[in-house]
């Protein structure tokens, strides 16, 4: 099944730039339940599976028209959670605390400045693992997620946000 993408989406795509990527960046930290057992990126992806069926924006990559004669089209893609869910790990630091935000946010300043990868659905979920224990000593990891204009407007981010 495809779809031609609407002139304000495809204009998303054409004004971006390494200079200017057109995704949307969130980041997300999270303290995991007291006996969390296993990676929190297997679980994450295990959960985005299963979740996909609920999720039209993540499961459609673009196709691209010869010569770019017009829009582009989505069309239906099965992404590669290995891929679409990835892990990072902060460098070891001997003063936790203060010293986590300031690594976390240089990392996620790398991170936003790649753009997505338009062979593949347009969204990318970056779980950061080493940050300090929460006050209480339950686990936190982090989560940047980068998903594309064009693919996902503010209505479309609330849908995804309820499945």
Do not use: C
């Not at 995704?23 to 297997?42: S, Y």
């Not at 673009?62 to 590669?80: G, H, K, R, S, Y």
């Not at 936003?112 to 990868?117: K, P, S």
């Not at 950061?128 to 339950?138: K, P, R, S, T």
Request: aromatic share 6%.
């Amino acid at each position: 099944m495809s779809k031609r993408l609407s002139g304000l989406d495809a204009t998303f795509l054409h004004l971006e730039s390494p200079e200017m990527p057109m995704h949307v960046g969130a980041l997300h930290i999270f303290e995991l339940p007291k006996g969390f057992k296993g990676k929190f990126v297997a679980a994450l992806r295990k959960h985005m599976a299963e979740r996909l069926p609920l999720a039209p924006p993540l499961r459609r990559r673009l196709w691209m028209m010869p010569m770019n004669i017009t829009n582009p089209v989505w069309v239906d893609a099965e992404p590669d959670m290995a891929r679409h869910v990835v892990e990072h790990k902060l460098p070891a630091s001997r003063a936790r605390g203060r010293d986590d935000m300031a690594a976390l946010e240089k990392l996620v300043g790398q991170l936003h400045v790649h753009l997505l990868d338009r062979r593949r659905p347009l969204w990318k979920f970056h779980v950061i693992e080493g940050l300090a224990a929460a006050a209480n000593g339950h686990k936190r990891v982090a989560m940047y997620t980068q998903l594309h204009h064009a693919a996902v407007d503010g209505q479309a981010a609330v849908a995804l946000a309820n499945a």
